[in-house]
């Protein structure tokens, strides 16, 4: 659409490195000599743990050599204590390492919520990749496959071939929740889609899966390669933006046309309206949308909301139009009545419409014309200019209204019948 | 790509405490990461401050690393929460709302996006420079939202702030950056 502020930002700062600063590491390494440093409790307590260790079983093994030596031969006591003193230490040592192995495992049960919760954020980091689109991926994975295709038959021959074995990770831009993701796996090695939450979809050699992105968040794509690099790219699932969208039960006149409003409720500033044949009254773009009906019909009504990261949700209400607009004019009047709202004619919309207009009445025995007027105040009293008589009872009169700039899709020129009362 | 199997000497090293590989593996993320650091906390020395801390609490628990992700993912998610805990720390509410009351503006205004638009590229350190104004509370939603690729929901649960707040953060630090590149380039063009 546009380069915006985010997108212009994103470019200069992507693989961007501060210079390295040459005391940077002298001075981190005061740091991490320091005896608050994270490590050290640990190490304490490790240390601590192995002293008592090395004492109960020191203890341990000094009681039952105590009772080995009453039992055996007193003569060669000492070099037995020597012995078993020699083993002491290397049993405490195994000791030492077992507990070791204890702790961390402790640690590591204690912290595995906290390990597991790193590399779940851990996916979610890994920023910036570069993008590649479907078309372009399909295109490159089309490429290898020809490259491998020429290269097999040397195989047997030569070295080669080792270059083109090289798997090939497609990248994905960043997809919206709900969206199925197409992975063509070129490569001899099965690939593994791994979920933010960590579920793992797996896409065998040569295969195609298509792949519903249920889950929010980072995801990887993971070559299984057992060769030293790792071959992966990372794409994020954002979520669908949240819409509610209100419509007017019934047209409202306050203009004199036909309006329907429509309100969408969203936090979202990127809006689109879609429906067909009708015009919009106002932007297609605000969170409020006005449309003007002037044909009776079923229509629907569409808004389409996105948010930044390109995700869209749309709602649809439909919509029921009874009758073609008709610049809400009546069908009778009578021109002997009291009442100023009846007796007389003049099509309701004028008066509210800012468009230059011509009225005319038509006799429909002779086509003659009745009666004229371009102004709104100067309604039809019933006259036949002709003859300046009131128009007899009864007789039903054709009405013609030209509008001199009627709204965009709408006609310019409207007609009805009239009967005086 | 990272080269695995050096990657797992140097980790390996690091694990046992060796402190050549501690510096190789600092020198080699350092310039990455200072950048990270210098994107949230705008004062040079408190960023090299949480960069320490950071590189400490990777070398504390490198030893958890399994080599499945992106290792420079891992560390950087690391140095991210390390400087959001030091923000946090320094003041009550950080998140919540701007309390940088240079950048109040309202309205934006449309002038200023497009005179913006027309910048095809910006240099790093004007970008940095740009987001260095902003107020915590702006520029940390903005990191997180563009360059981290967070979503709303996401960057609310990390900084205990209410989805809407985000939004409109965001909105704001957006509208600022504008403003404020515009006066930047304005004034280099007099």
Not at chain 1, 67 to 81: G, I
Not at chain 1, 140 to 148: A, S, V, Y
Not at chain 2, 103 to 118: N, T
């Amino acid at each position: 659409m546009n380069k915006n502020i985010d997108e212009l930002i994103k470019s200069a700062l992507e693989g961007h490195e501060m210079p390295y600063d040459n005391n940077a590491w002298n001075s981190f390494e005061k740091k991490l000599n320091k005896p608050n440093a994270p490590i050290k409790p640990f190490k304490f307590w490790f240390f601590g743990t192995s002293i008592i260790a090395v004492i109960t079983i020191s203890s341990l093994l000094y009681f039952s050599s105590k009772q080995e030596e009453k039992s055996d031969k007193p003569v060669e006591q000492k070099t037995d204590v020597i012995e078993k003193s020699n083993s002491q230490s290397t049993t405490s040592n195994k000791t030492k390492s077992e507990i070791k192995t204890g702790i961390q495992d402790g640690k590591i049960n204690s912290n595995e919520l906290e390990a597991k919760e790193d590399d779940k954020k851990e996916t979610k980091t890994n920023l910036i990749l570069p993008e590649v689109n479907e078309v372009l991926v399909k295109e490159i994975t089309k490429d290898l496959k020809h490259d491998e295709e020429i290269t097999t038959p040397k195989k047997e021959n030569s070295v080669i071939t080792k270059k083109v074995s090289e798997p090939n990770v497609p990248s994905f831009s960043n997809k919206c929740l709900g969206e199925n993701l197409k992975v063509i796996n070129k490569n001899d090695e099965g690939m593994t889609l791994i979920f933010p939450s960590g579920k793992k979809v797996s896409v065998a050699e040569s295969a195609t899966e298509n792949i519903k992105l249920s889950e929010e968040g980072k995801y990887e794509l993971l070559v299984n390669s057992k060769q030293k690099e790792t071959y992966n790219s990372f794409f994020s699932v954002f979520e669908n933006p949240k819409a509610s969208l209100l419509v007017d039960d019934e047209l409202n006149y306050e203009t004199g046309l036909p309006v329907i409003r429509g309100e969408v409720q969203t936090f979202e500033e990127t809006i689109n309206w879609k429906i067909d044949k009708v015009v919009s009254a106002n932007s297609s773009k605000a969170k409020t949308a006005e449309f003007y009906f002037f044909e009776k019909g079923q229509f629907e009504l569409e808004v389409i909301v996105s948010n930044e990261k390109g995700c869209s949700s749309s709602e649809i209400k439909r919509i029921f139009i009874e009758k073609d607009y008709n610049l809400l004019a009546v069908n009778a009047f009578d021109p002997l009545s009291d009442d100023s709202r009846k007796n007389t004619f003049m099509p309701y919309a004028l008066s509210k419409r800012n468009s230059a207009f011509s009225l005319i009445i038509i006799d429909p025995d002779n086509g003659g014309i009745v009666f004229e007027s371009s102004d709104y105040s100067k309604p039809w009293e019933g006259i036949d200019k002709r003859n300046g008589k009131l128009v007899d009872e009864s007789k039903v009169y054709i009405w013609k209204v030209t509008l001199a700039s009627p709204e965009k899709n709408e006609k310019s020129v409207y007609k009805g019948n009239i009967i005086r009362i | 790509m990272e080269n695995k199997e050096h990657l797992k000497l140097i980790v390996e090293g690091c694990v046992r405490g060796e402190r050549k590989s501690q510096e190789a593996l600092f020198k080699q993320l350092y310039g990455k990461m200072l950048v990270v650091c210098y994107r949230y906390i705008n004062d040079k020395d408190a960023a090299q401050d949480v960069l320490q801390d950071g590189f400490i609490k990777v070398f504390d628990k490198l030893g958890f690393f399994d080599f499945s992700g992106s290792f420079e993912g891992w560390v950087r998610r690391i140095i991210v929460n390390t400087a959001i805990d030091s923000i946090r720390k320094s003041k009550k509410n950080p998140f919540l709302s701007d309390q940088d009351t240079d950048f109040k503006q309202e309205a934006v205004d449309e002038m200023v996006e497009k005179e913006v638009l027309e910048f095809k590229s910006l240099k790093a350190e004007v970008a940095l420079e740009a987001i260095s104004k902003l107020s915590p509370a702006y520029r940390t939603v903005f990191n997180l939202f563009v360059l981290e690729d967070f979503s709303h929901r996401e960057i609310a649960e990390m900084l205990g702030i209410n989805e809407g707040t985000s939004k409109s953060n965001l909105a704001k630090a957006k509208m600022n950056l504008r403003r404020i590149l515009t006066e930047k380039f304005k004034y280099i063009e007099s």
